[in-house]
Every structure is written in structure tokens, then in C-alpha cells.
């Protein structure tokens, strides 16, 4: 009776961890899911000049709204290369603007997606790297289909409308 007793639980138990790693398996890409595309390579660093451009194009955006923002250019590092400032823009958009430009410009991707991981249940995205700014308003730069920096901007009433003076900056480059 107990070795019965434990062939059956022995059964059992291969049964329960194999389904389980079954279960843990990634999906196959289909029609509904496409393959994820791979992220453009690094390219050299975006000049300041060029930094300036993005801004320029980025400050004008900015001025359709009442608010005021700071707006960040990084290298393809994550480095600060270009750094404006609105006049009165609340000083605590500083350091968010080019959180948002280093998290693009290191991650590959713009910063609202990590937005979209936590807000969709997936948290774990904000332990990545501790300066990871999880909000819309970094996109990065892109020359010749290469990565050569990110603007960050911030100070909008949210960052969606962070992104859209941001995009304006990368539609300069364009």
C-alpha cells in the first residue's frame, strides 16, 4: 500500500511540474503577434549643433501650451550633451527630462515604454536600472537608421504632452 501510495504521487508530481514548464514556454510569433524587431544600432554621438536643432524644433512645440519645460539631449551613453531650460520651468523637470532622454537613449526605446510595462501589471521594469524614468517624454534619436543620442523633455501637465514637443525635436532631425 505505501508504494503504491508513492508511485501514484511520484505520478503526480511529474505530471504538475511537467505541465508547468510547459506552461512557461514564450509564445510563438503569429499573425497577431509579430516578431519583435530588433532596435537600431548605436551610431556616433549627436553633435551639439544638432543638439540645438532637436531643442529648437522641441521649444517650439513647447510654447503652443502654458506650460514650461526643460528639454535634454544625451548621447547615445545616456551622457548629457545639451540642456535648455524655459524660463521659471519648475526645477524638479531638470533631472526628469534627462532621465527620460538617458532612459531612451540606454534602453534603445522611448521612455513611455517602460510606462506601459508598469502600468500594464509588469513593475519589475523600474528595478532594471534605478535611474529609469517611467513616463512619455524621452524618444530616441535616430540618424541614417543609427541611435545617436535622446531628447528628454519635461514639464507639461503630463507626459504625453512632454512627447509631443519631443517628437517635434526628432521630427527636426528628419
Known amino acids: ?11 503526480f508530481a511529474t505530471l504538475m511540474l511537467g505541465s508547468a ?3 512557461q514556454q ?6 497577431a503577434m509579430p516578431a519583435p524587431v530588433a532596435p537600431p544600432p548605436y551610431g556616433p554621438p549627436i553633435t551639439i549643433a544638432q543638439a540645438k536643432m532637436v531643442v529648437a524644433a522641441a521649444v517650439a512645440e513647447a510654447k503652443k501650451t502654458p506650460f514650461l519645460y526643460t528639454f535634454s539631449v544625451v548621447d547615445p ?7 535648455e531650460k524655459m524660463d521659471s ?4 523637470s531638470n533631472e526628469i527630462g534627462i532621465g527620460k532622454a538617458r532612459t531612451a537613449a540606454t534602453f534603445k526605446r522611448p521612455s513611455k515604454a517602460f510606462f506601459d510595462q508598469m502600468e500594464s501589471g509588469h513593475p519589475y521594469v523600474g528595478q532594471l536600472d534605478p535611474r529609469i524614468v517611467a513616463s512619455a517624454g524621452g524618444i530616441p534619436l535616430i540618424i541614417d537608421g543609427k541611435i545617436v543620442g535622446a531628447i ?4 507639461g501637465a503630463n507626459g504625453l504632452m512632454d512627447a509631443v514637443a519631443a517628437q517635434a525635436g526628432v521630427d527636426a532631425l528628419k
Open 1 to 11: 500500500m505505501r508504494r503504491s501510495s508513492m508511485i501514484i504521487a511520484a505520478a
Open 21 to 23: 514548464v510547459h506552461a
Open 26 to 31: 514564450p509564445a510563438l510569433p503569429t499573425a
Open 77 to 83: 551613453s545616456g551622457d548629457l550633451v545639451y540642456f
Open 89 to 92: 520651468a519648475p526645477t524638479s
Open 152 to 155: 528628454g523633455v519635461s514639464g
